[in-house]
């Protein structure tokens, strides 16, 4: 499998700065995906970006990816204290099953 | 659309019993579920793929015989915690596939909460 790493681990902002957290991975890959999680609760989409893309917007999120480096970013801007949670990357892998990343655990404080 | 159901969200047992998680597509059929499990603070990890109709695939490391997967329609798969120890308190999530949907795509349940005593 290739587990995705996501840094930092933990990030604590304030609101209305921008949140950087990255995810890297091991093997080549169709898509990745970032997920967010609130404490205790299921996953939530966020974004899909596929392999022959470099970048794409959703709102205040935006991912980019190289593959070269085999590395994703996610930018969450003019953070909000809602947007505190947990948030991965994940990788395809067998059929479409995914492959997580650790998270990188944000706090964002009013 | 594409909800994604998980019950019972949270359960409590004794050691040696075992619980029954169901998954449940609301809105639209599924061919393929998955099961992970989440530790504390940690990452998801995949347990085993579940096709309806036939035998689940298990990822290595995780036994089959204590986690038995039933997916006997489109929209329903159970986990079966067998013989449930402390250990296998966890975090348990499902997610489905949309039949004749992108691949990629994936709707998670909210999770299911064991607690073995």
């Known amino acids: 499998s290739q587990q995705g790493e996501e840094d930092p681990q933990a990030l604590s902002i304030q609101e209305g700065e921008n949140a950087t957290m990255n995810c890297s991975y091991k093997?080549?890959?169709?898509?990745l995906q970032w997920y967010r999680q609130n404490s205790g609760r299921g996953l939530v989409h966020l974004i899909l970006i596929r392999s022959n893309e470099r970048e794409k917007h959703s709102g205040r999120l935006r991912v980019t990816l190289d593959t070269s480096k085999k590395s994703s970013s996610l930018l969450i801007t003019a953070s909000r204290a809602a947007d505190t949670a947990s948030y991965f990357c994940a990788t395809d892998y067998s059929g479409y099953a995914l492959n997580f990343g650790k998270g990188t655990s944000l706090l964002v404080t009013p | 659309g594409a909800v994604v159901s998980q019950h019972p969200s949270r359960v409590i047992c004794k050691s040696g019993t075992s619980v029954k998680i169901e998954c449940r597509s609301l809105d639209f059929q599924a061919t393929t579920m998955f099961w992970y499990r989440q530790f504390p603070k940690k990452s998801l990890m995949l347990m085993a793929t579940?096709?309806?109709?036939?035998?689940?695939?298990?990822e290595q490391g995780v036994e089959k015989d204590k986690f038995l997967i039933n997916h006997a329609s489109l929209t329903l798969s159970t986990l079966t915690v067998t013989s449930a120890h402390p250990e296998d308190s966890s975090f348990y999530i499902c997610?489905?596939?949309?039949?004749?949907?992108?691949?990629?795509?994936?709707?998670f349940g909210p999770g299911t909460r064991l607690l073995v005593l």
């Open positions: 093997t080549s890959i169709n898509n």
């Open positions: 997610s489905a596939g949309l039949a004749g949907g992108p691949q990629e795509t994936q709707y």
């Open positions: 579940s096709n309806e109709g036939s035998k689940a695939t298990y």
